[in-house]
């Protein structure tokens, strides 16, 4: 699987953003999709999830009713919708996808190249 993130960049607090990350390759092997992001001198952390088939999603708190993840089948594309951004929320951002091939497997982490988002005060 393989993973490219788009539509990182500079913008004011209170401002917008959205990021994409079209998967390819052995896509209907993925069982879940999520962002992660990693702020300067901070740990990488898990920013949302969506579960593949159910749709089931989960947002750090930190993030609650301001970020929707989101993702279109058709097009293997998943989305993070960002509101209201702050300060806090600079980071580079990662799309991660959970692969299991075959019932019982292991599952295996794939990642993209990340993309920075960079909120202004």
């Known amino acids: 699987v393989q993973l490219a993130e788009s539509g990182g960049g500079l913008v004011q607090a209170g401002d917008s953003l959205r990021l994409s990350c079209a998967a390819s390759?052995?896509?209907?092997?993925?069982?879940?999709m999520a962002w992660y992001r990693q702020g300067p001198e901070k740990s990488r952390e898990v920013v949302a999830v969506?579960?593949?088939?159910?749709?089931?999603?989960h947002y750090v708190d930190s993030v609650k009713g301001r970020f929707t993840i989101s993702r279109d089948d058709a097009t293997n594309t998943m989305y993070l919708q960002m509101n209201n951004l702050r300060p806090e929320d600079t980071a580079e951002y990662l799309c991660?996808?959970?692969?299991?091939?075959?019932?019982?497997?292991?599952?295996?982490?794939?990642w993209g190249q990340g993309t920075q988002v960079t909120v202004s005060s």
């Open positions: 991660n996808a959970r692969v299991q091939a075959n019932e019982g497997t292991r599952p295996v982490d794939y």
């Open positions: 390759g052995s896509t209907s092997s993925i069982i879940a």
């Open positions: 969506i579960i593949t088939g159910n749709g089931y999603t």
